[in-house]
């Protein structure tokens, strides 16, 4: 519990056929937002710090909390809905594709926020970066 209010959890581990150093550097490039179904622009508002904004244009702010190149990406998340920290970590498969095991803690900072699916965000996440890495 954090403030009185049950931290929720997504857990995912998705394989890809491209390499770690690809599918990091896609993930990674937090500039370029045109793979993303959900998002319409992206704002660099400091060296690891970015604002998002969806397709409504509600704004998300994004710190990045740690980089560690094709091994671990992770940054904090607030937006009027939730409060979160996502998490990657990528590890290299024998047949030259790679795992991400992705971990995304959140809680909800409004009555909206309690009814947003993030599991289906995030699985929508993962489709989106399967088809700029031409894997669907």
Not at 13 to 25: I, L, T
Not at 78 to 104: I, M, P, R, T
């Amino acid at each position: 519990m954090f403030g009185g209010i049950a931290m929720k959890k997504v857990e995912m581990k998705v394989c890809f056929k491209s390499d770690v150093e690809k599918v990091f550097n896609v993930i990674t490039n937090m500039k370029d937002c045109s793979w993303r179904s959900d998002l319409s622009k992206v704002e660099c508002i400091s060296n690891g710090k970015y604002i998002e904004y969806n397709r409504k244009n509600h704004p998300t702010k994004i710190v990045v909390t740690e980089y560690l190149k094709n091994i671990q990406f992770e940054y904090d998340i607030q937006n009027e809905y939730y409060n979160g920290h996502w998490c990657g970590q990528f590890a290299s498969l024998k047949d030259g594709g790679c795992v991400l095991y992705l971990l995304f803690y959140f809680e909800s900072v409004s009555l909206l926020g309690t009814f947003i699916n993030v599991n289906k965000f995030e699985e929508r996440y993962i489709e989106d970066l399967k088809k700029e890495l031409n894997e669907c």
